[in-house]
């Protein structure tokens, strides 16, 4: 069985649309995409008259060198969020097909899915946000198409074990497609599951420059699947998704010079994600500081509504994650500069001053 048999037949007949810029380029005179013969203003050599290559090669290139695999392997979009668009549009049939997740997780999963009028399997991660795998098997029932693992977990911050992400990709072969987000995995300690999609051809990774690559307004995401489902996808994809000064600053970015700075980005925040954990857990009013392995932290308080907007007057605005199951008292906290951290500290701490004063009928005992 080929992966491609869990996907919508229409898809699979599907007759793509054919761009001018796929049909030929390399010429010299270009006459074929009705495109304008001058370049506009500010254009600093982009050539932004021209439509983009739908997948630069040069981009792809570098993501398959960066992520370890073989550019067929490749898909590049406007961020994961198109990927996960794709992917579901592409696997699940209106009204009939499934996909699961684990909340507490990220939300554009579900909301994927409802566009498309596919449904949502909800398997809750366990007490202690870890991902309970039989627990998610016995719920894929031949509906469920896609299945996503987000790791580490947004917005919790913790990783799902690799060997938990293989027996995944095993036990769903021929089932379901595993979904593996790795938004954050450049902030931890564990390796990413790319080295596996020549093992499972169920399973597709999803990696952005948004987050650890500082591009998150440039919206570049890759998806690293089987060459098959990235054949797929491409042909229900968008024309041009690419913007020409978009794939450029990728490309900086990506430069040894762009990574020796993301390098050093990602090694402060992983100091601060220490330095900040120990620090928020010594504030009264914080209940726990969730571990993370991610650029954020969340952290539960007595009163996370009060707290939220003691920062937000403050000018900090923070995460309420209270609509999240099992996360009804808690706060996400990106972590920023060493001197935002410090603001964020500095305000909580005062916000305890406050709190006391009221409680010990002095400032507010009236009203108590
Ligand atoms: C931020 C985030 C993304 C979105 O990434 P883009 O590439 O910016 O679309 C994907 N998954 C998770 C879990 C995220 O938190």
Redesign the pocket.
Known sequence: MSVLDLARADIRALQPYSSARMEASGGRVMLNANESAWAPPGDHDLACNRYPDPQPAALVDALARLYGVRASQVLVG???????DLLVRAFCRAGQDAIAIQPP??G?YAVSARIQDAAVVTVPLAADFTLDVDALLAAVTPAVKLVFV?TP???TGQLVPLADVERLAQALRDRAVLVV?E??IEFSDAPGAAPLIDRFDNLAV?R????AWAL?GV???TLLANDEVIALLKRIMAPYPLPRPCVALALEALSEAGQVAARAHIATVRDERERMALALAQVPGVRQVLPSQ?NFLAVRFDDAGATYQRLLDAGIVVRDVRRYPQLGDALRITLGTPEENDRVLEVLNNLVADGRKRSDGTAMGAQA
């Open positions: 406007r961020g994961s969020d198109e990927a996960i997780t990220f554009m987000c977990n947004n917005p987000d938004a954050y999803l952005t420059l948004s987050k998150a919206r570049i995401g991610a």
